[in-house]
């Protein structure tokens, strides 16, 4: 049994600090949220009083939080003072790719091994610990992270170094945004020309325009497996974080000088969306404002 702490602990930590518990793992977790914290305590994990009490003495270091500001705060105040030199710290969250360079060299600095472990997956594989991970970091780093990494997930993939992780999931993310939209505009078109929704996804989940965003998440209520959809668009990757994730790959593509202009016109439509009050609603839910003419 390991020692591990876990700090956030929000729909996505909730079930992952859970599943390392469920493992066998000392989980001591921290999250500001007291209803997490009672959560947390549920599922076999200890609540502590803060950062740095979770952090003491723990063999992982695993943080899930919502961006490159909240990781680098963490770090510096309770991470980098109080780990012990043998510990690997493992940050789930999706963040900047500069920021995520910058921790792990400070953790080298340090004589810390870290990686970089963005996932995907969503909320119900964060809770049945079927997440994937993508992890930059080096050879040791990963070889460290790996059995914690396993305990959550069903995929577990070195992407290279540190920084890595986050680039896959920021591009493989572009791709699902973009994959998403036009799967949305098509069951919309299909609808309006007279074409019924299912026979359409029998179709097209046959042919050339099968995608995950089709034949997994199907944007259309009753089609295809559970989605979503079949939900009122409530649960799975909220659009907030879908358009951060954007903002994340614009960001990056900038400073990179790629070329990116699917990609870019995914994120306008997600920025039109979120700001039309439905950041919370699930993703596909765009489906809805694109059958309305409100994006265009």
Known sequence: MARVAFIGLGNMGGGMAANLAKAGNDVRAFDLSEAALAAAKT?????????AAAVDGAEAIVTMLPAGRHVEQVYVDAVFPTASPSAVLIDCSTIDVAT???????????GLLAVDAPVSGGIAAAAGG?????????????????????????AV????????GQVAKMCNNMILAATMTVTCEAFAMAEKLGLDPQVFYDISSKATGQSWSMTSYCPVPGVGPESPADRDYQGGFAAALMLKDLRLAMAAAEQAGASVPTGRRAAELYEAFVESGKGGDDFSGIIRALKAGELG
Do not use: Y
């Open 43 to 51: 599922a076999g994990c200890l609540p502590v009083a803060d950062a």
């Open 100 to 110: 995520a360079r910058a921790l792990a060299e400070q953790a080298a600095a340090k």
């Open 130 to 154: 079927t997440l994937t991970f993508m992890v930059g970091g080096s050879d040791q780093a990963f070889d460290r992270a790996r059995a914690f990494l396993e305990a959550m997930g069903k």
């Open 157 to 164: 993939i070195h992407a290279g170094a540190s920084g890595a």
